[in-house]
């Protein structure tokens, strides 16, 4: 079964811009989650989604804003970019499993932003 | 509220040699903790996991006992390898009130050959 699958893999933008990450969950998973990695703050939770809507929200403005897809997959947008946005952005997927939805993610390898 | 506290890294070892990396947390209810490992350029994979007290995760060597009475889900393996040099994240999960996992600071670990 193939893996969570994030693209781009790296992307250069500058300040003011927005930008678009994707993320493809292991298939059959419904739920996928975002998070954005700094060596300052370390991982934090950004968002998750199930069947297309958002369950769970973290502490991050509204320019960090995401949305799911009928297939699964899942997209996540920042607007107006600013230098701290520049971070490693993980999404993670579950699956269902015979209590509901499982509590260990799977995760991609990432989307490195770099905001100049 | 839910945190995660690990020890502070790196921790530099030699093959063949004993590793602990403490962990404690502190949440309300009965969290499942976690143990995920990043290697240099790549997201976090599942390494261990434990759903309630007194669980061993156990994978590749590696162990983590589920304490409720001290709140610590340290890893342990008992002979480590270069290959093992990575990045470690302790981390728990709730499912009340809307799924949330909270990941501790990461411990870096290099094993020299």
């Known amino acids: 079964k193939a893996g969570v699958t994030q693209t781009p893999r790296y992307l250069i933008k500058t300040r003011g811009q927005q930008v678009t990450l994707s993320c493809s969950p292991i298939s059959g998973h419904r739920s996928v989650s975002w998070y954005q990695q700094t060596p300052g703050q370390g991982l934090q939770f950004l968002f998750e989604?199930?069947?297309?809507?958002?369950?769970n929200k973290g502490n991050f403005p509204g320019r960090f804003s995401g949305r799911q897809f009928s297939n699964s997959r899942s997209e996540m947008n920042v607007s107006t970019l600013e230098l701290g946005d520049s971070a490693l952005y993980l999404c993670?997927?579950?699956?269902?499993?015979?209590?509901?939805?499982?509590?260990?993610?799977?995760f991609g390898p990432g989307t490195r932003l770099l905001v100049l | 509220g839910n945190s995660v506290t690990q020890m502070e890294g790196p921790v530099t070892l030699s093959e063949e040699a004993f590793l602990t990396i403490n962990c404690t947390y502190t949440?309300?209810?009965?969290?499942?903790l976690f143990w995920y490992v990043q290697y240099p350029g790549e997201g976090l994979q599942l390494l261990l996991k434990a759903t309630k007290a007194d669980d061993k995760g156990s994978n590749k060597g590696f162990e983590a006992t589920y304490r409720k009475e001290t709140t610590s889900f340290h890893l342990e393996k008992g002979s480590v390898q270069v290959s093992d040099s990575a990045v470690y994240f302790c981390?728990?999960?709730?499912?009340?009130?809307?799924?949330?996992?909270?990941f501790g600071a990461g411990t870096r670990l290099f094993v020299k050959a």
């Open positions: 989604y199930f069947s297309e809507t958002q369950r």
């Open positions: 981390a728990l999960t709730r499912n009340t009130g809307g799924f949330k996992t909270i």
């Open positions: 949440a309300t209810g009965y969290p499942s």
């Open positions: 993670a997927s579950r699956g269902l499993g015979a209590g509901g939805l499982q509590e260990t993610q799977y």
